[in-house]
């Protein structure tokens, strides 16, 4: 089993920026694929971003040039910094984790308002 904790989510005005932190326990391997996805209310979940264990990274359409995705092998930790962010980015936010079997964590909101 792997646990996945999210944080760093919150409210936040248009043009600003978060950071949202994915920490990864249990059992881990050393392959993997470590991304986000997110959903908004009324809407079905889709892929922001993602980082493998060889260090490819890919990213949503809507979120490039803003968010960088990014890790910390030794702390089994995985970054998504959002700039420069929109109201149609408010969403909560899930990290995930593919190594065979696909984990989650519980979720965070982020809130892009004025």
């Known amino acids: 089993q792997v646990q996945l904790v999210e944080s760093g989510g919150g409210l936040v005005q248009p043009g600003g920026s978060l950071r949202l932190s994915c920490a990864a326990s249990?059992?881990?391997?050393?392959?993997?694929?470590m991304g986000w996805y997110r959903q908004a209310p009324g809407t079905q979940r889709e892929l922001v971003a993602y980082?493998?264990?060889?260090?490819?990274?890919n990213y949503a359409d809507s979120v490039k040039g803003r968010f960088t995705i990014s890790r910390d092998n030794a702390k089994n930790t995985v970054y998504l910094q959002m700039n420069s962010l929109k109201p149609e980015d408010t969403a909560v936010y899930y990290c995930?984790?593919?190594?065979?079997?696909?984990?989650w964590g519980q979720g965070t909101q982020v809130t892009v308002s004025s």
């Open positions: 980082i493998s264990s060889g260090g490819t990274t």
């Open positions: 995930y984790r593919n190594q065979g079997l696909t984990y």
């Open positions: 249990g059992s881990i391997s050393s392959t993997y694929v």
